[in-house]
């Protein structure tokens, strides 16, 4: 799977950081405003279920999943 993120709609909930944190952070940006930042652009299969948690609860459903 890989992860695709539409970063201008990120408003830095960190539910994504909740859900999995093998995979997402979030930290500030230059802007003053937190966004996430993917750690794994391809995480493994062990992680599916966290990462599609975290794409499920975000608030501004800003993650999405893509299987290559
Ligand atoms: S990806 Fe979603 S849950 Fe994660 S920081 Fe951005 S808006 Fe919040």
Do not use: W
Not at 49 to 68: F, G, Q
């Amino acid at each position: 799977m890989k992860i695709k993120i539409d970063l201008a709609l990120c408003q830095g909930h960190s539910v994504c950081l909740g859900e999995a944190p093998e995979v997402f952070n979030v930290i500030d940006q230059d802007d003053g405003y937190p966004h996430v930042k993917v750690l794994l652009d391809s995480p493994p299969e062990a992680l599916r279920a966290k990462v599609m948690k975290a794409a499920k609860y975000c608030p501004n459903s800003v993650i999405t999943v893509l299987e290559d």
